[in-house]
């Protein structure tokens, strides 16, 4: 069974761009979850969605924006990039909401943003 | 607010031998709780899941315990091997969706031969 995908693996951006990562989630779940790693914060939640819909979503400005398609692959948004947003973003995904399922995490996209 | 705290930050031992990680957590309603395994680069792993009535939990040659009461959890690595070095994250959940997950920021282990 293959595992959860992203990409691209690595980025580079300047200032003010925009950048689009995605996710493939492991076949037959439906929940995606987006985190943001960064080596003084940790993990910090991102959004999270299921069927398509958003159902949760972190404390992160508007110019973090994502969305699911109806095979469950999900993107995440990024505009008007800052410096303070180069991190691994990671995407989890799982078999429904319920916590206690196990998350399978992507390998990561890593942005850096000059 | 809720948190997950762990120590050591970081840590270095040598190939063999055994160590513990601890993570204290305040987070309430409690549900379960976690720990991942990071590879440097790679996404996280699971370790272990144990809910309020589990006391401990083992998979190879990592155990988990947790104690509910004081909210305390410990992963014990028994004769490390150098592809233990990898950060090791607490995660704590209270139960329901995905944003009530509050993670530690990991244990950091180094594995010298």
């Known amino acids: 069974k293959a595992g959860v995908t992203q990409t691209p693996r690595y980025l580079i951006k300047t200032r003010g761009q925009q950048v689009t990562l995605s996710c493939s989630p492991i076949?037959?779940?439906?929940?995606v979850s987006w985190y943001q790693q960064t080596p003084g914060q940790g993990l910090q939640f991102l959004f999270e969605?299921?069927?398509?819909?958003?159902?949760n979503k972190g404390n992160f400005p508007g110019r973090f924006s994502g969305r699911q398609f109806s095979n469950s692959r999900s993107e995440m948004n990024v505009s008007t990039l800052e410096l303070g947003d180069s991190a691994l973003y990671l995407c989890a995904s799982s078999r429904d909401r319920d916590t206690y399922n196990e998350q399978f995490f992507g390998p990561g996209t890593r942005l850096t943003v000059l | 607010k809720n948190q997950v705290e762990q120590s050591p930050q970081s840590l270095i031992i040598l190939e063999g031998k055994n160590c513990t990680l601890q993570?204290?957590?305040?987070?309430?309603?409690?549900?379960?709780l976690r720990w991942y395994k990071q590879d440097t680069g790679r996404g996280p792993v699971s370790l272990t899941i144990?809910?309020?009535?589990?006391n401990t939990k083992s998979n190879g040659r990592y155990t988990a315990t947790l104690d509910a009461d004081t909210k305390q959890s410990s992963l014990h690595i028994t004769a490390s091997q150098l592809s233990d070095s990898a950060s090791y994250i607490c995660v704590v959940s209270p139960g329901g969706s995905g944003d009530k997950l509050t993670f530690g920021t990991g244990t950091r282990l180094a594995v010298r031969p």
């Open positions: 076949s037959g779940h439906r929940s």
């Open positions: 969605y299921f069927s398509e819909t958003q159902r």
């Open positions: 993570c204290n957590y305040t987070v309430s309603p409690f549900s379960n």
């Open positions: 144990m809910t309020f009535s589990e």
